[in-house]
């Protein structure tokens, strides 16, 4: 049964560091990084303004964000017009209960829902149950994690952590009370079984609940990406139909948002586009042949109101595609439960320190190479790295890095203002490291670097220094 987990970024270290150890994990993200890189880049060699459609949705959300005020009004007001209702919730509790109400005023035993990580930061589904109501995921990566009692590991596959033996004996633990005592090894038998089991749970649930990957101002619609279509089922069969999602999803037209989806889809999984792209607007209406009697959307803040007059405000132009964990190095060593909340990997070393405080976040930001690929291939252009750079900044300015980080870091600020020191300590320490270094070409150990060498090689220097190298020939 689904719990509220408390968050564990506080403990970073301690989570990488088991998850450096799971060997399953090492297997399931060594599968699973490769393939998604790839894909993007094989997806955006095949669109010639792949480059041009990143600034144009760049664009987008920078000027929705700068008139965020009157497109969430004219937002409401059109679902207002369409028949639906609009919730406005300041905190997670709030938006708890909002639901609740809702779902009990709908006579609500059981609630299906699609994929949606605000789901997960509200921790939405123990709250349910605590109230008697059964929440079921739909989504194949959501109804896995919430079998073993996990949070998602990955923002668009919640389940990548898992490996396929560890699937099939999961669902042969879960299912057998079902009648269902046969152990499936197939992946196609394993995606089979989960539909014929979770089939029967969309006819019988009361409500619905989906997150939206944009909010349409110009028609009070929401839109939803998938490629299972659980989403459109959950919305269109059950008598009331709850959109969960933060300030930050609304966009000015429904033009704007296929604009993104252009590059929504590449950046994620390599897709031209997901396989189903679907819009809803209002409940059912007198000559429609489906849909809910009821729709309600939930508008969550949480913290993005203070984000958007504050220096991260970029980070709201997120679309939540997972590209810069799919290329983050720290994320495909470590895995997504080791960030310790609702989202890993990069977007999460920034959002995460400013929806539950840089105190009990403060690893995150830290948990980078600076190398650039977030950034690199982050469709809405998000600077992350200068975002987590300017986090560390705050975390040094509030004193809150050990007290040995504190004298390191103060020792070589000393150093670099002294360039002629430096450069001769640093020459003298690339000799001699390189000399170290000479036979094996790399160090699996070395001192004072155990946080690096613990997990891959660190390469022996070789040449000069940069500076030097530079002196002569204008490159390194």
Same mark, same amino acid.
């Given at each position: ?11 970073? +270290? ?16 060594a599968r699973f990084q490769g393939g998604f890189q790839v894909k993007r880049v094989e997806a955006a060699k095949r669109l ?10 760049? %664009? ?25 209702? +609009? ?7 709030? =938006? ?16 299906? /829902?699609? /994929?949606?990580?605000? $789901? ?20 194949? &990566? ?5 079998? =073993? ?7 668009? $596959? ?45 006819? *019988? =649930? ?42 930050? /999803? ?6 704007? *948002? ?11 999984? &390599? ?39 504050s220096e991260f405000r970029e980070v709201l132009r997120c679309i939540k595609c997972g590209a810069c964990m799919n290329h983050?190095?720290?994320? &495909? ?14 977007? &999460? *070393? ?26 690199? +291939? ?11 750079? /300017? ?19 103060? =020792? ?41 060498? %613990? %997990?891959?090689?660190?390469? *022996? ?16």
């Amino acid at each position: 049964m689904p719990r509220a987990m408390e968050a564990t970024s506080r403990t970073f +270290v301690a989570n990488a560091r088991a998850g450096l150890q799971d060997a399953d994990l090492q297997t399931s993200l060594a599968r699973f990084q490769g393939g998604f890189q790839v894909k993007r880049v094989e997806a955006a060699k095949r669109l010639p303004e792949f480059e041009a459609l990143r600034d144009e949705a760049r %664009a987008i959300k920078d000027h929705t964000l700068a008139h965020l005020d009157h497109y969430l009004e004219r937002y409401e007001a059109q679902v207002t017009a369409a028949g639906g209702t +609009v919730h406005w919730c300041q905190t997670p509790e709030d =938006a708890r209960q909002v639901i609740l109400g809702l779902c009990q005023e709908a006579g609500a035993k059981t609630v299906t /829902k699609s /994929k949606s990580m605000i $789901a997960e930061e509200m921790e939405l589904n123990p709250f349910l149950e605590e109230h008697g109501i059964e929440p079921v995921e739909t989504d194949l &990566g959501e109804y896995v994690v919430q079998l =073993a009692d996990e949070r998602p590991s990955h923002i668009i $596959a919640p389940a990548v952590h898992k490996t396929r033996d560890q699937v099939a004996d999961l669902f042969h633990e879960k299912h057998t009370p079902l009648g269902r005592t046969r152990r499936l090894e197939r992946v196609e038998e394993l995606v089979e079984e989960a539909r014929e089991v979770l089939r029967p749970r969309y006819l *019988a =649930a009361d409500v619905g609940i989906t997150g939206a990957n944009f909010l349409i101002a110009e028609t009070g619609s929401s839109t939803i990406v998938t490629n299972e279509g659980n989403g459109d089922l959950t919305q269109i069969l059950p008598r009331a139909h709850i959109v969960i999602a933060t300030l930050e /999803k609304v966009v000015p037209t429904l033009e704007d *948002a296929t604009t993104i989806m252009r590059v929504l889809a590449r950046s994620a999984t &390599g897709q031209e586009f997901s396989t189903y792209t679907t819009v809803s607007t209002g409940p059912r209406r007198p000559d429609d042949a489906d849909g809910p009697e009821a729709y309600h959307v939930v508008l969550l803040d949480n913290g993005r109101s203070r984000m958007l007059g504050s220096e991260f405000r970029e980070v709201l132009r997120c679309i939540k595609c997972g590209a810069c964990m799919n290329h983050c190095p720290v994320y &495909g060593t470590v895995g997504g439960h080791a960030y310790g909340w609702v989202y890993p990997g990069p977007v &999460g *070393a920034v959002l995460t320190p400013n929806l539950i405080g840089l105190e009990e976040a403060r690893h995150l930001p830290n948990a980078s190479s600076f190398c650039g690929r977030c950034e690199e +291939v982050c469709p809405m252009r998000i600077p992350l790295p200068g975002l987590m750079r /300017k986090l560390r900044e705050q975390e040094f300015e509030r004193r809150l890095n050990p007290a040995a980080i504190r004298t390191g870091i103060g =020792a070589w600020a000393w150093l670099v203002r002294r360039p002629a020191l430096y450069r001769c300590l640093t020459g003298l320490g690339i000799r001699v490291l390189g000399a170290m270094g000479r036979r094996r070409g790399r160090f699996t150990k070395l001192p004072l670097a155990s946080g690096w060498t %613990a %997990a891959r090689d660190l390469p *022996a220097p070789e040449g000069a220094t940069f500076h030097a190298l530079w002196r002569k020939g204008g490159r390194a």
